[in-house]
C-alpha cells in the first residue's frame, strides 16, 4: 500500500493494522512523514514537529507490538498536539512572540493520557496568538491554509489540527474549544470536532478552575476516531474542580440509536445571528435529505437571553485573567486581537460579571427545558464560506456588520453557554464546493446520547454523494497566491540557536 493511501486509513484502521502485525508503528510514522514533507508547506498546518524523538518511540512501539504487548490503545499512532496545550521537551509556542522558544518540562494532563496510552507525541499544529480568534495565522508559525484552497483559511483556533487531518498529515489531532475554536476548524475542513459537556475531560491548565466556558476536545476524520481518542483523554482531575469521574470505558460502546426515533429540532441561525443566504440555502438541503428518516424534525427558537453580550463578559474576563499581566508589562509583545479584548474586560464592572453568570444560569435553564422536547438540535457551523486567510474575520455577514473580530463566530459560542456537548460533522460541500459542517447540539451531560445521533447522522450523510465527507486532493492542491509563512516576523526559536526563549504562557480557551 503506497504512503498516501497508508494515511488516508482511519486510526482505527490503523490500530487493527499494528495489532494483524501487517504494518508497523515504524512504517507508519515514515508514510506520515512523506505526506508532511509533500505536503505540509502547502497549507502550513504543523508549527513544531519531534521527528527523531517520534522514530525512537515508533521503534519501540513496533517491538511492543510484535511481542503481543501494546502500552496502551493508541500505541504507536502518531498524533498532533495543539500549539496553546504543553507538550514535554517539545517546544509550545502559542503562537506568540512571548513564548518563541518556550519548551515546557511536563506535559499538560491531558497530553499526559495520551502519551500513556501509547499515542507518540509528534507534532504541534497551528493556532491563531494566543488562541484568538477563528483564523489560525501568528508572527511565530504564519498562516494555516485550507486544504481545499490554501488561499482561504483554515479556521481557528484548532486550525492547524483540522488541516493536518483533513490532509491526511496525522490521524488525530487535540483541539480546544470556547466559542468554536474546536467545531468552527473541523466545519470548514472537512472533519470532525468534538465539544465535550463541561467537565468530561479535564482541565486543570484553565486559568478560571470554575469557569466552564473553556473546554477540551478530540478531533478526527470519523467518529469512531473520535471516540476512540476520547475514551483516553477523559477523565477526572483534582485541579480542575469541574470535572467529574466516570468509568473508563464510558465511551467504548455507545447506545444504538435508530434514525426514525430521533425528535430533531432546527435553527438556520441561533436566535438571530446572521448567515450568509448560501449558507441557510446548503443547511435546508440537508434538512431535507434528514427529514425523512428521523421521527420529527421541527423548527425550534434558540433565542435564549442576551447571549453575545454574556459571552463578551465571560470571555473578556478569561482573557484578562490570562493575558491582563503581561499585555500591561509588554504591550507590544501582544496583538491588537488580546489588547482588545483585555481593555475590554478592564471596562467591565463587578456588576457586569455578576449579570453575566446569572444570564449564563438562565440561557442555561431555558436551554434544558428545550432540550426536553427533542434529542438534537442541528444547525450550520459557520455563517459563511471559508474566506482569504489575509482577512481576521468578515466585517459583514448578510449585510449586517460585525462589531468585535469573533462576533462572526456566533452560531458556535451560543451554544457553549449552556455547558452541554457540541459536535460539527462533515456534510458535503456548501455552494462555493468548500466543506460544510452540521452542528449538533445535545443535553447537557448527554455526551454518550449525542454521539451516538452523530454516528447515525454519519452514516446517512456517508451513503449520498452530495453530502458525504469530501476529500481533499492534496496532490492537485495549488500554493497560496500569497506565501503562508510571509506574515513570520518572530520565528520560532529552536534550540541550540543561541537565541534566549521567552516567558511561558497561560491560555485562554
Given at each position: 500500500m503506497s504512503g498516501s493511501r497508508l494515511c488516508a486509513l482511519s486510526a482505527g484502521e490503523v490500530l487493527a493494522a499494528f495489532a494483524a502485525k501487517s504494518l508497523t508503528p515504524s512504517e507508519y510514522l515514515a508514510a506520515c512523514l512523506e505526506q508532511i514533507t509533500q505536503f505540509n508547506p502547502k497549507i502550513n498546518a504543523l508549527a513544531a514537529m519531534d521527528v527523531e524523538g517520534a522514530t525512537v518511540s515508533a521503534k519501540e512501539a513496533t517491538q511492543r507490538w510484535q511481542s503481543d504487548t501494546p502500552k496502551g490503545p493508541l500505541d504507536g499512532l502518531p498524533i498532533g498536539v495543539k500549539d496553546l496545550q504543553d507538550t514535554k521537551g517539545l517546544l509550545t509556542t502559542h503562537g506568540s512572540i512571548r513564548a518563541r522558544g518556550h519548551v515546557p518540562n511536563d506535559d499538560m494532563p491531558m497530553v499526559a493520557r495520551l502519551r500513556a496510552a501509547g499515542a507518540i507525541i509528534f507534532a504541534k499544529t497551528n493556532v491563531p496568538e494566543v488562541g484568538a480568534g477563528g483564523n489560525s495565522r501568528n508572527p511565530v508559525w504564519g498562516a494555516t491554509g485550507n486544504p481545499f484552497d490554501a488561499n482561504l483559511i483554515a479556521g481557528g483556533s484548532s486550525g492547524g489540527s483540522a488541516a493536518a487531518l483533513a490532509a491526511n498529515l496525522l490521524p488525530l489531532c487535540t483541539g480546544s474549544d470556547t466559542g468554536g475554536s474546536l467545531r468552527m476548524p473541523a466545519a470548514l475542513c472537512g472533519i470532525v470536532g468534538y465539544r465535550p459537556s463541561v467537565g468530561v475531560i479535564a482541565h486543570p491548565t484553565r486559568p478560571l478552575g470554575w469557569s466552564g466556558i473553556s473546554v477540551l476536545g478530540p478531533m478526527a476524520r470519523t467518529i469512531d476516531d473520535l471516540t476512540l481518542m476520547l475514551g483516553v483523554c477523559q477523565g477526572h482531575d483534582w485541579d480542575d474542580p469541574l470535572s467529574v469521574s466516570s468509568a473508563p470505558e464510558r465511551f467504548e460502546a455507545l447506545p444504538q440509536v435508530s434514525l426514525n426515533e430521533l425528535r430533531v429540532g432546527f435553527s438556520e441561525d441561533f436566535g438571530g445571528v446572521p448567515v450568509e443566504p448560501t449558507i441557510r440555502q446548503t443547511f435546508r438541503a440537508r434538512l431535507d435529505l434528514l427529514r425523512p428518516h428521523v421521527k420529527e424534525c421541527r423548527p425550534v427558537d434558540l433565542n435564549l437571553g442576551d447571549m453575545d453580550r454574556c459571552f463578551d463578559i465571560l470571555r473578556a474576563e478569561s482573557f484578562g485573567v490570562a493575558f491582563g499581566a503581561g499585555v500591561q508589562e509588554?504591550?507590544?509583545?501582544?496583538?491588537?486581537?488580546?489588547?482588545?479584548?483585555?481593555?475590554?474586560?478592564?471596562?467591565?464592572?463587578?456588576?457586569?460579571?455578576?449579570?453575566?453568570?446569572?444570564?449564563?444560569?438562565?440561557?442555561?435553564?431555558?436551554?434544558?427545558?428545550?432540550?426536553?422536547?427533542?434529542?438534537?438540535i442541528v444547525l450550520p457551523t459557520s455563517p459563511v464560506s471559508p474566506f482569504t486567510w489575509t482577512q481576521s474575520h468578515p466585517a459583514r455577514i448578510d449585510g449586517q456588520g460585525m462589531d468585535i473580530y469573533y462576533r462572526w463566530l456566533a452560531l458556535c459560542y451560543r451554544g457553549s453557554l449552556s455547558g452541554g456537548p457540541a459536535i460539527t460533522l462533515p456534510c458535503g460541500r456548501d455552494a462555493f464546493g468548500m466543506p460544510f459542517g452540521l452542528q449538533m447540539l445535545g443535553a447537557v451531560r448527554g455526551d454518550e446520547q449525542l454521539l451516538s445521533a452523530a454516528k447515525a447522522f454519519e452514516a446517512l450523510f456517508a451513503a449520498q454523494e452530495e453530502t458525504a465527507r469530501p476529500l481533499a486532493d492534496m496532490k492537485t492542491l495549488a500554493l497560496s497566491e500569497i506565501d503562508l509563512r510571509s506574515i513570520v516576523t518572530h520565528p520560532p526559536i529552536l534550540a541550540g540557536s543561541g537565541q534566549s526563549a521567552r516567558a511561558s504562557l497561560q491560555t485562554a480557551v
Open positions: 509588554d504591550p507590544d509583545s501582544f496583538g491588537p486581537h488580546i489588547k482588545e479584548n483585555v481593555a475590554l474586560g478592564k471596562a467591565m464592572s463587578l456588576a457586569d460579571r455578576g449579570w453575566a453568570h446569572n444570564e449564563q444560569t438562565r440561557i442555561l435553564r431555558r436551554f434544558n427545558a428545550l432540550m426536553s422536547e427533542v434529542d438534537v
